[in-house]
């Protein structure tokens, strides 16, 4: 039995790079499991020929063990909407099922020279649009704790696979809560940085387009630190890189003294279904009795004005990537629903709107500033719902109060992401139908080791991802 698969990223990384384990024993025993444990979730595609995979980690095991990076030998597999050079970049839409990479994306080639195999994709929606992974050429990903549920996205695959123990680390990418929402709905962690500390793409545009960002996923905060210290390299080619940090925590991670602020359900502005509360309320005790100081805060801005500027300003972005397919009329019928409704928004919209939208973002982002002078984090949950039912679109109405798009569902997300804040979810358990939910913290921007260190504390404290879908035994 290929135990070294359960371990923490960190155990299995040191154990490649020093020789203990072999990369090739590694690479097996991953694609034994990945066919085991695969179907029931499908959050892996287009998985790579398995001889070669084996071939390319039998050259890792001739790497000199001083000339090993920090991924030696580990099999990963990389979000549908990133470029893996000689690999399909679908994005889940049926207008790229033939589109194979020429190149790496930046942060890509930064885990190949790290020393990571690339064995194939992890799942989303199509475009990345909406927490829900499913599209017309990959089908849909389901939870591993119920199998009729979603497992979100748009890293939902990313969030599976880890949940099911067939990697220790994945990518992902967030520009509403695509690593936050995923995390909470498979039991795991998933770490959205400050804006910034994982470069866009060189050429790409990122003086408008400040929302998405790449992150790391994982089975705890430490093992998302060990990915962020190899995506975490500042690009000259690119504006606003975020300052250098120090992605090795403390061997002993602590919260004593820091400061909490719960925002629970922001006033009642953003509806929740029964429990999602009470169970992140049992988190914070958990902190409280690590010694952090827990506070409720009122809510400190307008929750719709804060949408709309997020909605606007994604609006805008979508448009600018996407209007060129939208513009083909036979191309455009090929887009689902909600990607041609964003797209028209953002083609529609004037230099006022995108004013106000702006405006109303550094309003938020001047009085998010005053409450990170008082607290360290930020708390609240990482969604609105449980997961929903795999065969939803999304869901119309959260305990009676209707959504009228397509992400409002996802409102909880918006405060950090409108304001490329560091966020992680953290689990907090599940709810009597045995169905996981999360809860963000989030800090003030440049934050982000402290972020990781808290949410460190808490899993030590924890270790919810011990807890494994029901169908696999616990280590």
Known sequence: MAEFLDWDAGKLAGALRGGELSAEAVMAATLTRIAQRNPAVNAIVDLRDPEVLLAEAREADAVPVGERGALHGMPIAVKALSDVQGMRTTQGSPLFVDHV??????????????????????NVPEFGLGSHSYNPVHGVTLNPFDASRTAGGSSGGAGAALAMNMVALADGSDMMGSLRNPAGWNNVYGFRPSWGVVPKEVGAESFWQQLSTIGPMARSPRDCALLLSVMAEAELGVPFNM?????????????????????????????????????????????????????????????????????????????????VLFEDTAKRERLKPAAQWEIKRGMEMGAMDLHH???????????????????????????????FPAEWDWPKEIAGVAMDTYHRWMQVMVPASLLGLPAISVPVGFNAAGLPMGMQLIGAKGSDARV??????????????????PHIPNA
Not at 267 to 279: N, T, W
Not at 370 to 387: G, R, S, T, Y
Not at 452 to 469: K, M, S
């Open 101 to 122: 990479a020429e190149s790496d994306n930046a942060f890509v080639a930064r885990m190949r020279a790290a020393g990571a195999i690339f064995i194939g994709k992890t």
């Open 243 to 323: 300052p250098a940090q120090d992605w090795d925590l403390p061997e002993a991670c602590a919260v004593d003294g820091a400061r909490v602020g719960w925002l629970g359900d922001w006033g009642g502005m953003m509806p929740m279904e029964e429990d999602i509360l009470p169970l992140c309320e049992g988190a914070l005790d958990v902190l409280r009795g690590a010694g952090a100081v827990v506070e409720e805060v009122a809510p400190p801005f307008d929750a719709e004005a804060m949408f709309q500027s997020w909605s606007d300003l994604r609006a805008f972005a979508l448009a600018g990537e996407l209007a």
């Open 357 to 387: 939208a702006t405006r109303v973002r550094s309003d938020w982002f001047a009085t998010a500033a005053k409450l990170f002078e008082i607290f360290d984090v930020l708390a609240l949950p990482v969604a609105q719902v449980f997961p």
């Open 452 to 469: 990781l260190e808290i949410a460190e504390a808490y899993h030590v404290a924890t270790d919810w991802p011990g807890r494994r879908p």
